[in-house]
């Protein structure tokens, strides 16, 4: 079984990863249902080369075509998958 390539990652001593977040958050309505979400930085340059190892892959590249969309209005493409 052919595995395709994974995002990136970031290791800490050991090989253990470590990250930490802390900030408030006021409630306002006592019957509100509220979710927080928080992922690590993932910037386009990763975002690139992860497409660009599904690509190169023999496995994985049948299962994905990227398509420019249209490009940002810094001229940045925007790429359909």
Known sequence: RSSC???PGVAGAGGAFYYALSF???FEH?????FFAYHYPY????L???LGRIQAHPYCSR???RL???RTLSQVPCELL
């Open 5 to 7: 390539p994974r995002g």
């Open 24 to 26: 408030s958050y006021t």
């Open 30 to 34: 006592p019957q509100d249902t509220v």
């Open 43 to 46: 910037t386009y340059s990763y």
């Open 48 to 50: 690139q080369d992860f």
């Open 63 to 65: 299962f994905v075509q």
């Open 68 to 70: 420019e969309l249209c």
